[in-house]
């Protein structure tokens, strides 16, 4: 089975980092995208940011653009999104996604095909 496992979340102050990591197992796909999602309380889950398996490509929503990147490890299955200069809008639980036989880039949450559980990250003012 497919799994995907978000750590890294926590309390940290705003202007602080943090660095959550994806590890996926049980992939019978070669080509796939991980795409982080968050979501606040009482808001919409939103797009944060992807990669793509095949290409290297990545793609940010502008509100982490140039604050967040992504990166991947392909040996390993594990995809790092490294958080700098957090505010506390950042707040959120933040889920891994993976869109599987696909190397493009989206953060079109409905085309993602497994999800793992959160990892909540709180950023303090």
């Known amino acids: 089975d497919v799994q995907l496992q978000a750590s890294g979340g926590g309390l940290v102050q705003a202007g602080g980092s943090l660095r959550l990591s994806c590890a996926a197992s049980?992939?019978?796909?070669?080509?796939?995208?991980i795409g982080w999602f968050r979501q606040a309380p009482g808001k919409e889950r939103e797009g944060v940011s992807c990669?793509?398996?095949?290409?290297?490509?990545?793609y940010y929503a502008d509100s982490v653009k140039g604050r967040f990147t992504i990166s991947s490890d392909n040996a390993k299955k594990t995809v790092y999104l490294q958080m700098s200069r957090l505010k506390p809008e950042d707040t959120a639980v933040y889920y891994c996604?993976?869109?599987?036989?696909?190397?493009?880039?989206?953060?079109?949450?409905?085309?993602?095909?497994?999800w793992g559980h959160g990892t909540l990250v709180t950023v303090s003012s």
């Open positions: 049980g992939f019978t796909f070669d080509v796939y995208t």
């Open positions: 996604a993976a869109l599987s036989s696909w190397g493009g880039v989206t953060l079109i949450a409905d085309l993602y095909d497994y």
């Open positions: 990669i793509s398996s095949i290409s290297g490509d990545t």
